[in-house]
């Protein structure tokens, strides 16, 4: 009899699992082949991250790093089908009082989408809604076709006979079968179509060529050392750390820039407009306020833009203005204050280019800011539609209120390329080798030590300028043994890296990057 009660149990559940599979797997598909679909994984994936408890972006990236955001999606769609199966198993019964809270279940699964649905500007309503309503009357066809062959199964089961086949028995698994195969393939086509539009997005004509260049690289500025860090991070190869579960795919044509707030004349820029600006090149060095010492998320590109000093004197910036605010299409904000680019040599940029290319969707196509010396969470607003004038007191962005420092200027770093951790070397000529960075102040000097060793300087690459990062480079003799090599930075003020290890939160990590290797 337990048995019984067992197996029902899990055809109830495989039922409902496949009801809620088949019903997202289409949905997904629907996403993927319509412009201004939702689809639900992204859309909830998306709520959960907006509704984030203060520490949790942080444990996240620091034990997920850049896999967070697939892990997220993924986890979204498993906990989907969990519920599922379990209303699968509340609905097994048939009164008409279980079946039908059954279908409430699954259908505040449903609202929970289209209520996080209804808060992306790039989903169109009715189409939230009529995904909706298909997802429910499948999971409504799926789920009471399943349980009826069920049943039918169990009733067999119980009062058998000798002779076979089990046709009963056959038809529940050649269903299931295909609900599942179905929602398989259309779940992987969906998001498949998905990534293919959002990189689409920016096949667009290339943006002029820059009234002022950036200079050529002087010779030197890079050291031909294998493993090390390349100066220019390719655009494919950048980090990216960002709210967004998918790549948002905003139409150029469309789109518009407002500049608001404490300003004497609000203005509205298209894209047309913001490529016919002059547009200026610099390399720029920008890091995410997450990364651990020693880590990846910091990278070094050459960006394209109008001049954001620019842009703010059409607004007529009024002198009480003491914040810039960056919005980005879906309402996220960072903010600097506007003391930030009284210096000259600090020149932010709006930027519409990449090393040479159109800014890709995944760095903020079709414009987004770049302010040097700051962290990406307080300036680096991606997918930019408005800039917002205030006062640091009156608006707090983004990340402020989840516990991170209102002020986020990069702490001078620096971190070992080459040898890796736990490398086996051979006695002799190594190369130590990495890079540093102290942008908008420029790097100095770089030294490393090996064990509790004297500190021996590093040769430097030729510095492209204050605002990026350098290369640097100790032939170390190295003996057998075990041995940990450490490296620290100053910047061009005199400011030493700081030595004692802190956790990114809430401003920035701190430490010296620390590499054991073994010789022989």
Same mark, same amino acid.
């Given at each position: 009899?337990?048995?019984?009660?067992?197996?029902?149990?899990?055809?109830?559940?495989?039922?409902?699992?496949?009801?809620?599979?088949?019903?997202?797997?289409?949905?997904?598909?629907?996403?993927?082949?319509?412009?201004?679909?939702?689809?639900?994984?992204?859309?909830?994936?998306? %709520?959960?991250?907006?509704?984030?408890?203060?520490?949790?972006?942080?444990? @996240?990236?620091?034990?997920?790093?850049?896999?967070?955001?697939?892990?997220?999606?993924?986890?979204?769609?498993?906990?989907?089908?969990?519920?599922?199966?379990?209303?699968?198993?509340?609905?097994?019964?048939?009164?008409?009082?279980?079946?039908?809270?059954?279908?409430?279940?699954?259908?505040?699964?449903?609202?929970?989408?289209?209520?996080?649905?209804?808060?992306?500007?790039?989903?169109?309503?009715?189409?939230?809604?009529?995904?909706?309503?298909?997802?429910?009357?499948?999971?409504?066809?799926?789920?009471?076709? %399943?349980?009826?062959?069920?049943?039918?199964?169990?009733?067999?089961?119980?009062?058998?006979?000798?002779?076979?086949?089990?046709?009963?028995?056959?038809?529940?698994?050649?269903?299931?079968?295909?609900?599942? @195969?179905?929602?398989?393939?259309?779940?992987?086509?969906?998001?498949? %179509?998905?990534?293919?539009?959002?990189?689409?997005?920016?096949?667009?004509?290339?943006?002029?060529?820059?009234?002022?260049?950036?200079?050529?690289?002087?010779?030197?500025?890079?050291?031909?050392? &294998?493993?090390?860090?390349?100066?220019?991070?390719?655009?494919?190869?950048?980090?990216?750390?960002?709210?967004?579960?998918?790549?948002?795919?905003?139409?150029?044509?469309? +789109?518009?820039?407002?500049?608001?707030?404490?300003?004497?004349?609000?203005?509205?820029?298209?894209?047309?407009?913001?490529? /016919?600006?002059?547009?200026?090149?610099?390399?720029?060095?920008?890091?995410?306020?997450?990364?651990?010492?020693?880590?990846?998320?910091?990278?070094?590109?050459?960006?394209?833009?109008?001049? %954001?000093?620019?842009?703010?004197?059409?607004?007529?910036?009024?002198?009480?203005?003491?914040?810039?605010?960056?919005?980005?299409?879906?309402?996220?904000?960072?903010?600097?204050?506007?003391?930030?680019?009284?210096?000259?040599?600090?020149?932010?940029?709006? /930027? @519409?280019?990449?090393?040479?290319?159109?800014?890709?969707?995944?760095?903020?196509?079709?414009?987004?800011?770049?302010?040097?010396?700051?962290?990406?969470?307080?300036?680096?607003?991606? +997918?930019?539609?408005?800039?917002?004038?205030?006062?640091?007191?009156?608006? *707090?962005?983004?990340? @402020?209120?989840?516990?991170?420092?209102?002020?986020?200027?990069?702490?001078?770093?620096?971190?070992?390329?080459?040898?890796?951790?736990? /490398?086996?070397?051979?006695?002799?000529?190594?190369?130590?080798?990495?890079?540093?960075? /102290?942008?908008?102040?420029?790097?100095?000097?770089?030294?490393?030590?090996?064990?509790?060793?004297?500190?021996?300087?590093?040769?430097?690459?030729?510095?492209?300028?204050?605002?990026?990062?350098?290369?640097?480079?100790?032939? +170390?003799?190295?003996?057998?043994? *075990?041995?940990?090599?450490?490296?620290?930075?100053?910047?061009?003020?005199?400011?030493?890296?700081?030595?004692?290890?802190? *956790? &990114?939160?809430?401003?920035?990590?701190?430490?010296?990057?620390?590499?054991?290797?073994?010789?022989?």
């Amino acid at each position: 009899m337990l048995q019984m009660r067992v197996r029902s149990r899990l055809l109830a559940a495989a039922a409902g699992l496949l009801a809620g599979g088949f019903a997202l797997g289409v949905a997904e598909l629907i996403a993927g082949v319509v412009p201004g679909a939702p689809s639900p994984v992204t859309e909830i994936g998306a %709520l959960l991250i907006a509704f984030q408890p203060r520490g949790a972006e942080q444990l @996240v990236v620091s034990v997920l790093g850049k896999a967070d955001k697939p892990v997220l999606t993924v986890a979204v769609a498993i906990a989907g089908l969990l519920l599922s199966a379990g209303l699968g198993i509340l609905a097994r019964a048939g009164t008409r009082f279980r079946w039908a809270t059954a279908l409430a279940g699954f259908g505040a699964l449903g609202l929970l989408a289209l209520v996080a649905a209804f808060r992306d500007p790039l989903v169109d309503p009715m189409l939230a809604i009529g995904v909706f309503a298909v997802s429910l009357g499948l999971t409504w066809w799926v789920l009471s076709r %399943l349980l009826r062959l069920a049943a039918n199964f169990e009733e067999r089961r119980a009062g058998r006979p000798a002779e076979m086949p089990d046709w009963s028995r056959r038809r529940f698994i050649g269903n299931s079968l295909t609900f599942g @195969v179905t929602a398989l393939a259309s779940g992987a086509i969906g998001r498949v %179509l998905l990534e293919v539009r959002a990189r689409e997005a920016a096949a667009v004509e290339q943006p002029p060529a820059p009234v002022e260049t950036a200079p050529p690289l002087p010779a030197g500025a890079s050291l031909d050392v &294998p493993g090390i860090t390349p100066l220019v991070i390719q655009n494919a190869d950048f980090y990216r750390i960002d709210t967004q579960l998918l790549t948002p795919r905003l139409d150029a044509a469309g +789109w518009k820039l407002t500049v608001t707030g404490m300003v004497d004349h609000p203005i509205t820029i298209t894209y047309p407009q913001l490529l /016919a600006m002059p547009l200026h090149e610099e390399y720029i060095t920008i890091q995410c306020v997450s990364n651990e010492v020693g880590g990846d998320l910091v990278g070094n590109a050459l960006w394209r833009g109008a001049r %954001l000093r620019d842009v703010l004197d059409m607004a007529g910036m009024q002198p009480g203005a003491t914040q810039i605010v960056g919005r980005s299409f879906d309402g996220w904000t960072a903010g600097f204050p506007t003391s930030w680019l009284a210096e000259s040599d600090r020149e932010a940029l709006i /930027a @519409v280019a990449m090393n040479g290319q159109a800014l890709p969707p995944a760095h903020g196509f079709p414009a987004r800011l770049m302010v040097p010396g700051l962290y990406g969470y307080v300036s680096a607003t991606k +997918w930019l539609t408005n800039i917002e004038l205030t006062t640091l007191e009156a608006f *707090d962005a983004y990340w @402020v209120p989840l516990g991170w420092s209102k002020l986020g200027p990069i702490k001078t770093a620096s971190r070992i390329d080459v040898p890796t951790v736990g /490398a086996r070397l051979n006695a002799g000529t190594v190369p130590v080798a990495g890079v540093a960075w /102290a942008p908008d102040r420029g790097i100095s000097k770089v030294e490393v030590q090996v064990d509790d060793g004297a500190w021996q300087p590093a040769d430097l690459s030729t510095p492209i300028s204050k605002t990026t990062w350098v290369q640097w480079l100790v032939r +170390w003799q190295a003996s057998a043994g *075990d041995h940990q090599l450490r490296v620290r930075a100053t910047d061009e003020t005199g400011q030493v890296q700081v030595e004692e290890p802190h *956790d &990114p939160a809430p401003n920035g990590a701190t430490g010296y990057h620390t590499v054991g290797v073994t010789v022989s």
